[in-house]
């Protein structure tokens, strides 16, 4: 594969993988080699006319989009073009209308975007990981410090008692538990 430029015009020679070799203009580039002029009198023939669609400046409504906007009694006139199982309808003409049915819809569409732009900004935000919950290395050895927990917690409210030696293992392992460094 391979691109040849050639020099001070937009003419664009490639060879790729097809036997033809592709030659395309590109007026951005430069102007037209001297042996096809013609390319420039197409391009200026190509940038002064404008296409215009016949229905550019038309919406498609349908019988139900009309009675809703309360414009089904123009139906049959000049004013709206049917059109398969609609009609075109005059892009100002609706847009009267729809801000007539629904005047502060301009508002809500506002507060819409600006919830959608903070809820953009919230998720780029550094979340914090919740503290505590499960293990997820030494599980058994952490059921093992919530026991005692719960364990100290029924012998403070007078619910159970611990043996002297059992107390000690108790108080180290709550010390442990609630040591922010292992959370």
């Not at 059109?83 to 009267?96: E, P, S, T, V």
């Not at 293990?135 to 410090?145: D, G, I, S, T, Y």
Request: proline content about 4%.
């Amino acid at each position: 594969n391979e691109v040849c430029l050639c020099p001070n015009s937009g003419l664009v020679l490639m060879a790729c993988e097809q036997p033809r070799i592709h030659v395309y203009f590109v007026p951005a580039l430069g102007p037209a080699p001297a042996w096809c002029s013609f390319l420039d009198s197409l391009t200026d023939e190509l940038e002064e006319t404008k296409r215009t669609e016949v229905y550019d400046d038309y919406v498609f409504v349908t019988r139900e989009e009309l009675k809703r906007l309360g414009l089904d009694h123009l139906v049959g006139t000049n004013m709206l073009k049917a059109y398969m199982h609609g009609f075109f309808l005059d892009a100002k003409l609706h847009a009267r209308s729809k801000s007539v049915l629904e005047p502060f819809a301009y508002e809500e569409y506002r507060k819409q975007k600006i919830k959608e732009k903070i809820e953009a900004r919230q998720g780029q935000r550094i979340v914090l990981p919740k503290k505590g919950g499960a293990a997820k290395v030494n599980r058994e050895f952490a059921e093992q410090l919530e026991e005692s927990k719960r364990i100290a917690e029924e012998e403070a409210r007078g619910d159970r008692v611990v043996r002297s030696n059992d107390r000690k293992k108790v108080q180290a392992q709550t010390r442990l538990a609630t040591d922010d460094r292992f959370s």
